[in-house]
């Protein structure tokens, strides 16, 4: 065997050896080659394409490979919409967002190369808890903020904060996805009408034109959703979201909320869901600062944050590299944004002090 195999095997170990040292010190991913990927397991679907676990033949490393279907962006005229996604990625590298590796292309399909994310998405850990206590809440809108901080230092708005886009990393902190409907607001301000609907600001909905405090809007949102297990403004469809939207602009600032926040954790939602943009909270010309400084977060220190030093509420189960089962299967129908308003939600979301 030696004798009829021996030095071929020896030169083919060797030259794999030597490819894998090379991809391992290889940290910007620019030797990984699309025909290196194995698929693992689809971790979702979305409009132009899947998300896939996949893991690199050469190291055995995995990463989240979005692929993206070339027909629907060609037949939904989507080309400057994906180009946007890809150059926003290209741009930015944060520790607490899903960063972009390397791109591809093929025949059939544009890929995404990211960063593999195994804890789920926070809704499905909203989903099992309900809701959060307020520390927990805390911990999470303290990270999405940052994230803020940091985009919109780069004129980024991110447009499309939910649970959904959320996702937990191994060691308990947050990964920041999808950035399908970020933009670089380089004039200041936009006029595109997009985002979940139960999410979206009033002035987007209004279509005046909108800028990065659209952000702090979401946030204040995603803030009442984790703490309450549901959001503030609840609707079958869009216009029943922008009707109760409307009538929360009428009473406020004449409005409360469920009757388990505290008084602080009330101060800091009608500072952000505040309907005039430019009075809401981090609209400033200082920005995610004047968010941090709220007393909300006193007992929180975001250099701690930032450095990953404060214990996470939850740490996800994770037995490898390999392991997905963090991701469970849901219905591709199922809008969780859409779904009918809770009874007696007027009591227990936002209402109107009279």
């Known amino acids: 065997f030696r004798r009829l195999f021996g030095d071929e095997l020896k030169g083919n170990f060797n030259s794999k050896f030597a490819k894998r040292a090379s991809a391992e010190d290889d940290i910007s991913g620019a030797m990984i080659q699309l025909k290196e990927m194995e698929g693992i397991k689809l971790l979702g679907r979305g409009s132009y394409g899947k998300v896939t676990l996949v893991r690199h033949v050469v190291t055995g490393k995995t990463f989240a490979l979005k692929q993206i279907s070339k027909e629907k962006v060609e037949t939904l005229d989507q080309h400057d919409h994906i180009n946007n996604e890809k150059c926003i990625l290209a741009s930015i590298n944060h520790p607490m967002v899903c960063n972009l590796i390397k791109t591809f292309k093929n ?8 960063d593999a994310v195994l804890g789920g998405e926070l809704f499905q850990l909203l989903h099992k808890r309900v809701k959060f206590s307020e520390k927990a809440t805390k911990f999470y809108v303290a990270q999405v903020t940052l994230v803020f901080e940091y985009l919109h230092s780069r ?7 939910k649970p959904e886009n959320i996702m937990i990393h191994q060691d308990g902190y947050i990964k920041v996805c999808d950035f ?16 979940t609907p139960a999410y979206a600001a009033p002035e987007v909905y209004a279509v005046v034109g909108h800028d990065t405090s659209v952000d702090w809007w979401t946030l204040g949102v995603l803030l ?12 079958c469809d869009a216009n029943q979201v922008y009707s109760e939207l409307r009538r929360y602009e009428m009473y406020y600032p004449k409005v409360s909320f469920p009757r388990h926040f505290s008084q602080i954790s009330s101060d800091i939602l009608k500072s952000l869901l505040h309907p005039r943009p430019k ?6 010309s200082d920005g995610a600062k004047a968010v941090m400084s709220h007393t909300f977060f006193d007992d929180i220190s975001f250099a701690d944050i930032m450095a990953k030093q404060m214990k996470p509420p939850h740490i996800p189960t994770i037995d490898d590299c390999y392991d997905t089962s963090n991701f469970k299967a849901r219905k591709d129908d199922f809008e969780k944004e859409l779904m009918p308003a809770p009874p007696g939600y007027r009591h227990e979301s936002w209402c109107a002090k009279f």
Request: aromatic share 10%.
């Open 107 to 114: 025949r059939t399909s544009l890929y995404m190369l990211m």
């Open 155 to 161: 004129k980024i708005a991110f447009r499309d904060l």
């Open 180 to 195: 399908g409907l970020a933009k670089i607001l380089n004039n200041g301000r936009t006029y595109t009408l997009c985002g």
């Open 224 to 235: 009442h959703e984790l703490h309450a297990g549901y959001t503030p403004f609840i609707g």
């Open 279 to 284: 009075d809401r909270l981090g609209a400033s």
